[in-house]
């Protein structure tokens, strides 16, 4: 994985974590539990990496090879399912052509099983919803 990539990456897993209530931490021996409080349902698990790394839980094995929400359906699903949900229950929001963008990109998407567009569309969302509420309401 090219570096500027893999950064960008790691920056919108942390987007999409924070969004999600991505909790993760130390249990000792070298094992971490993360837990996505905003998901229903959670996802809950325990990583032990195999082989002990300072300040794991800011490396790019952490952000890349665990968090897997630019790889993996089963993580993004939940991340767009809580995104339409809570539009459609906040009826006063204004979402514009962003919101349209993301159902029409994430509908395309998942049809031509393009997860890395898909992981995109949801993360520009994201940007765009925060700068917009400055970052002081989650959806």
Same mark, same amino acid.
């Given at each position: 994985? *090219?570096?500027?990539?893999?950064n960008?990456?790691?920056?919108? %897993?942390?987007?999409?974590?924070?969004f999600?209530? #991505?909790?993760?931490?130390?249990?000792g021996? %070298?094992?971490?539990?993360?837990?996505?409080?905003?998901?229903? /349902? @959670?996802?809950?698990?325990t990583?032990?990496p195999?082989?002990?790394?300072? %300040?794991?839980?800011?490396?790019?094995? $952490? @952000?890349?090879? *665990?968090?897997?929400?630019h790889?993996? @359906?089963?993580?993004?699903? /939940?991340?767009?399912?809580?995104?339409?949900?809570?539009?459609?229950?906040?009826?006063?929001? %204004?979402?514009?052509?962003?919101?349209?963008?993301? *159902?029409?990109?994430f509908d395309?998407?998942?049809?031509?099983?393009?997860?890395d567009?898909? $992981?995109?569309?949801?993360?520009? $969302? #994201?940007? @765009?919803?925060?700068?917009?509420?400055?970052?002081?309401?989650?959806?």
């Amino acid at each position: 994985m *090219i570096k500027e990539e893999e950064n960008r990456i790691i920056w919108y %897993n942390k987007i999409i974590g924070e969004f999600v209530g #991505l909790e993760v931490t130390s249990i000792g021996n %070298n094992e971490y539990k993360y837990i996505t409080k905003k998901l229903s /349902p @959670w996802k809950v698990a325990t990583v032990k990496p195999g082989k002990f790394q300072e %300040n794991y839980l800011e490396s790019a094995d $952490f @952000w890349t090879d *665990i968090i897997k929400f630019h790889s993996d @359906w089963n993580w993004l699903i /939940p991340v767009y399912s809580k995104i339409m949900q809570s539009c459609f229950d906040d009826k006063s929001t %204004n979402y514009n052509e962003n919101y349209y963008n993301l *159902i029409d990109s994430f509908d395309v998407c998942t049809h031509d099983d393009r997860i890395d567009s898909a $992981f995109y569309a949801v993360v520009e $969302f #994201l940007k @765009w919803y925060n700068e917009t509420n400055n970052n002081t309401d989650s959806i």
